[in-house]
T-cell receptor, first 110, second 114 residues
Framework: QKEVEQDPGPLSVPEGAIVSLNCTYS??????FMWYRQYSRKGPELLMY????GNKEDGRFTAQVDKSSKYISLFIRDSQPSDSATYLC??????????FGKGTLLTVNP | DAGVIQSPRHEVTEMGQEVTLRCKPI?????LFWYRQTMMRGLELLIY????????DSGMPEDRFSAKMPNASFSTLKIQPSEPRDSAVYFC????????????FGEGSWLTVV
């Protein structure tokens, strides 16, 4: 079993839709949970991170972590064409070694 | 700040040739990471340094790969000899310990080995 599993999509939604992106992980030692956004032909950039179960909100973005189920989610409200990118979940334990999901390609259509 | 700077941005080389990828981390950052991204395997950590010292190179695929960080502002990833299966995007990233979980990625070096 891979340490982090992410549905690769692709996911195509109309502008204004609510988007749900998800990852599961296998190692309960993971402590920090992150979402990165990667535009085409660019490097990933950190979008959000959290280290506890529950929700964390930042504008239109909400990160959710359920440690009991080893499940993390990113919700995007009122999606915009500028949100079109690949979204990667990333998880790490007590060291600085990030384990990434393969990414979900999202397209928001105007 | 200019961000993490990588060179070359694109390289096409023939199998068997030596490839050297270069990275300048953000000034003041004490961690440097080399990642490789492919469609099949996603983003994989190859090696990371702390204060110029290699800490974990368990992701380096084989002896053909080597990485150095001679000083705080420069690192190289070398592949010798290169093979077609090394074709990928190689990212360098850096962070500073006090910044928490924020790792800053460069724009990547796109390598094609023919």
């Amino acid at each position: 079993q891979k340490e982090v599993e992410q549905d690769p999509g692709p996911l195509s939604v109309p502008e204004g839709a609510i988007v749900s992106l998800n990852c599961t992980y296998s190692n309960s030692a993971f402590q920090y949970f992150m979402w990165y956004r990667q535009y085409s032909r660019k490097g990933p950039e950190l979008l959000m991170y959290t280290y506890s179960s529950g929700n964390k909100e930042d504008g239109r973005f909400t990160a959710q972590v359920d440690k009991s189920s080893k499940y993390i989610s990113l919700f995007i409200r009122d999606s915009q064409p500028s949100d079109s990118a690949t979204y990667l979940c990333a998880i790490r334990g007590s060291n600085y070694k990030l384990t990434f999901g393969k990414g979900t390609l999202l397209t928001v259509n105007p | 700040d200019a961000g993490v700077i990588q060179s070359p941005r694109h390289e096409v080389t023939e199998m068997g040739q030596e490839v050297t990828l270069r990275c300048k981390p953000i000034s003041g950052h004490d961690y440097l990471f080399w990642y490789r991204q492919t469609m099949m395997r996603g983003l994989e950590l190859l090696i990371y340094f702390n204060n110029n010292v290699p800490i974990d190179d368990s992701g380096m695929p084989e002896d053909r790969f080597s990485a150095k960080m001679p000083n705080a502002s420069f690192s190289t990833l070398k592949i010798q000899p290169s093979e077609p299966r090394d074709s990928a995007v190689y990212f360098c990233a850096s962070r500073v310990a006090v910044s928490g979980n924020t790792i800053y990625f460069g724009e990547g070096s796109w390598l094609t080995v023919v």
